[in-house]
């Protein structure tokens, strides 16, 4: 939550380069955005220029700011503080030459703020942030400004990362505690930002800083040392390996129905690539004495999917858990247990805490994560990436298909025949494609004007359809702020089906597996209630109002079926007027508890 974005270099249009990298990074938060500049020339003495807006940056321009070649910015996911322009960071101190942005929260910054307001410092913001630039100012004045900036940091409670600049020094200086950061080596320029996405257009060559490490970026240097002890660090370089054509729209509206688009191909390619790393981990799943899947939010509907995926392929039993609520039912942990964590980020608090608290009890670790030298990836014992390419709308698509197609091929790995995995998923591949023809978005987007004005939608599954029905409530409620319900269909009778009126969008979904007939009474009982049945399944039924062909491709069907769904979501949130990319109050990494 939050993007950081900060440039030291060589180029005087600094202001542009950094709104440039904010602009990749907004999918971060969007409540607000800002950037702060250092202007050339004026020695010592000259003031930092700050534009800062709530609100997303849209066709904002920094045309209006000095040139310069030492600038960094920050799109904000509110925290402390409302959504407003003075809460908008960056933030400085008493005197204006330093300024500081954050992603985080201080939890102890009340208790700083009144020491800080007995010495006389006074606060523009309602934000834990201010509190920290004026830390750093107080201790600006009696030692170095790295080490003013590395003390302030280690009082700070909570999990952050902040970039601080000083007019008085030609440097950033940057430190982590939790929330993200990665550092860019250029030629003769340098670069931080929270993201590794948005320095793509700028150098491939990066370090990941690990918790509690300092950076201090300069034009020609960036020197990393350990937060605590000042001891420097060697960096460990890396190469990033995705693309600029990756993060960018290209002939489509919206990230998200770009990455829509892209699962077909995704799917083949893990269909093609993955088999040998899905033999490995179903090796260790076998080795070991409890499996559990850990994830947050569409994630966590993908571990749902590999239990189901498991006890159906593979006859074994593997745990599912909600990331924030696994660190409550530990105990039964042991060093012969494995905890396999699923995340697009790799960077969302809850999941991670679930794995330091698994780590404790000695279990093994695995992560399936899509970014590279994210924190999960960096922390788990083993690790294998998705493969989706970067995500950017923040409705997670193509890295929850991604999910499914490992899991799918671990599943059949497990049972020693992998290639079969591979070939349903060639299969979902092409029952995919045709549920992305223009033809048949045409059947969706005449749905979604027929239900755009709904005030509920509820969907129902069994077995695999049961995650699906989840995931598929959560995107359409997600984006297009109409309120949805995934339900388990045998649970309608229990309670839910009082909710059901006259017209009411139900969407059933009936794959060729055994749980057919059952759902199918489910959509019946919803019907003789009155609810407009939308049926997405591989034959026809009387009672459907409104049908969706999708092909039967074996477990691999919750594949298409969920693209449909994903489709349909995308398509209400356009007939609402809606942005499907950036949806009120969320953002694409939570990075906090
Ligand atoms: C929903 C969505 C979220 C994420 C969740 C976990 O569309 O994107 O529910 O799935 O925040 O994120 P990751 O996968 O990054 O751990």
Known sequence: MCGIFGYVGKRMDGPSVVLEGLKTLEYRG????GVAVVPEGNGNRKKIVIKKRAGKIGDATVDDLPKSSYVFGHTRWATHGGVSDINA?????????????????????????KVLAKSGHRFASDTDTEVAVHLIEEYAKRIMFTKAVQRAFNEMEGLNAIIVLDTRERQLVAVRNGSPLVVGFGDGENFIASDATALLPHTKQVHFLEDNELAVVSDD????????????????????????????????????????????????????????????????????????MVGCGTASYACIA???????????????????????????????????ALSQSGETMDTLDAVRKARSTGAGI????????????????AKLLIGAGPEKGVASTKAFTGML???????????????????????????AKEVLLPSYVTKITKLAKRLKRSRHIYAIGRGLSYPTSLEAALKIKEISYIHAEGFAAGELKHGVIALVEKGTPCIAFLPNDETYGANLAGAMELKARGGYIIGISYKPHEVFDYYMPVKDVGEATIIPNIIVAQLLAYYLTIERGFDPDMPRNLAKSVTVK
């Open 30 to 33: 969007y409540d607000s955005w």
């Open 89 to 113: 960071h960056p933030h400085v101190d008493c005197t204006g030459t330093i300024a500081i942005i954050h992603n985080g929260i201080i939890e102890n910054y009340e208790d700083m703020k």
């Open 221 to 292: 240097n960036i020197h990393i040392y350990n937060a605590q002890t000042g001891s420097r660090i060697r960096p460990k370089k890396q190469l990033l390996t995705w693309s600029v054509t990756q993060v960018e729209k290209g002939k489509f509206p919206f990230f998200m129905l770009k990455e829509i688009h892209e699962q077909p191909g995704i799917i083949a390619d893990i269909a093609a690539t993955a088999g040998g790393q899905a033999e490995k981990i179903a090796a260790r799943i076998r080795a070991s004495f409890g499996t559990y």
């Open 306 to 340: 590999g239990s189901y995926l498991f006890a159906k392929i593979a006859k074994r039993h593997i745990n599912s858990a909600i990331g924030s609520e696994f660190g409550y039912n530990l105990d039964f942990l042991t060093p012969k247990s494995l905890v396999i």
């Open 366 to 381: 695995f992560a399936l994560v899509n970014v590279l030298g994210s924190t999960l990836y960096r922390e788990a014992d």
């Open 405 to 431: 197609a490992h899991l799918i091929l671990w599943a059949y790995a497990y049972t020693g025949n992998g290639k079969e995995g591979q070939a349903i998923l060639m299969k979902a591949t092409r029952a």
